[in-house]
């Protein structure tokens, strides 16, 4: 009977040799239990949704004393424009005045800006309590407030014109639009007279 000798120095050679794979074979068993574990023992998070949140309208003067609605608020719908030639949303309320028309601060604030856009013509911002910001397009150049003034509700900002050319086609008009919390909301549910239609 031939004897067989175990030669531990073989077995370390071939170790050395192969270590590589060998801690290949070993990380990749840790990783395949690792993700069998955590996909069998978690259970999937459900975040509830944010509550809806309600925000009671603020009432505004109109304003333009007298006025028509000639084009209203549609940030969910297509409207055509008949400057442009294209369907859009709209994300103010336009109100048919004549040309040198008084426009009214609707609110107490602070006058944000009042610049000349080439497209929108004279735009006068107002900030107002609440996160409320007002939006008066297409004025007249020969506006009443600077930036930075504080104006009261009622307190006459500017006039009516023709100066905005992406609604040149329309009759003179003021575009309002209101602002709440960084959100274009429909002037027509803040705006007295229309509320009560």
């Not at 008066?136 to 506006?143: F, W």
């Not at 104006?151 to 100066?163: N, Y």
Request: charged share 20%; with cysteine.
């Amino acid at each position: 009977m031939k004897k067989t000798s175990r030669n531990p120095a073989k077995a370390a050679n071939f170790f050395k040799k192969k270590i590589f794979y060998v801690i290949v074979a070993a990380s990749m068993l840790v990783i395949a239990t690792t993700v069998t574990l955590s996909l069998t023992l978690t259970k999937p998070r459900v975040v509830p949704p944010d509550p809806p949140v309600t925000v009671e309208p603020v009432t505004m003067r109109n304003p333009i004393n007298e006025f028509e609605v000639q084009k209203g608020f549609a940030n969910d719908k297509l409207l055509w424009c008949t400057t442009l030639k294209l369907w859009e949303t709209h994300l103010g309320i336009d109100l048919a005045a004549p040309n040198g028309t008084q426009v009214f601060a609707v609110l107490d604030g602070t006058v944000d800006s009042v610049t000349n856009s080439a497209l929108d013509g004279v735009v006068i911002v107002i900030s107002h309590a609440e996160n409320v910001k007002t939006v008066y397009k297409s004025l007249g150049e020969d506006t009443l407030v600077i930036a930075g003034q504080t104006v009261k509700r009622g307190d006459a900002i500017g006039f009516v014109s023709d100066t905005m050319i992406t609604e040149v086609k329309q009759a003179p008009h003021l575009h309002f639009e209101v602002i709440v919390s960084g959100t274009y909301v429909d002037p027509a549910a803040h705006l007295v007279d229309l509320i009560e239609k």
